[in-house]
């Protein structure tokens, strides 16, 4: 639920894809500029996992410590979309 009550998914799952979509669109830029690669948190691979393995509550804790301002609904609402 978000801050007034509203179920906030669909925005939030609309944002999540853009937000990938210009990480490789970054990403493309940068190769062809010969630029390094952006450095990647590696937790968020152990979120991933953690989710794989049926282990959703470890998995929305972990990804609450990488982003501390995301709440509890909208951290379980990601790990439900992996």
Request: charged fraction near 30%; glycine fraction near 6%.
């Amino acid at each position: 639920m978000g801050l007034f009550g509203n179920d906030d998914s669909a925005e939030i799952a609309a944002l999540t894809m853009r937000v990938t979509q210009l990480e490789q669109r970054v990403e493309q830029l940068a190769e062809l500029l010969g630029a390094p690669p952006a450095p990647q948190d590696a937790r968020m691979d152990e979120v991933i996992r953690l989710k794989q393995q049926d282990k959703p509550i470890e998995a929305i804790k972990l990804l609450r410590e990488i982003q501390p301002g995301l709440g509890l609904a909208d951290a379980k609402a990601l790990v439900d979309r992996m």
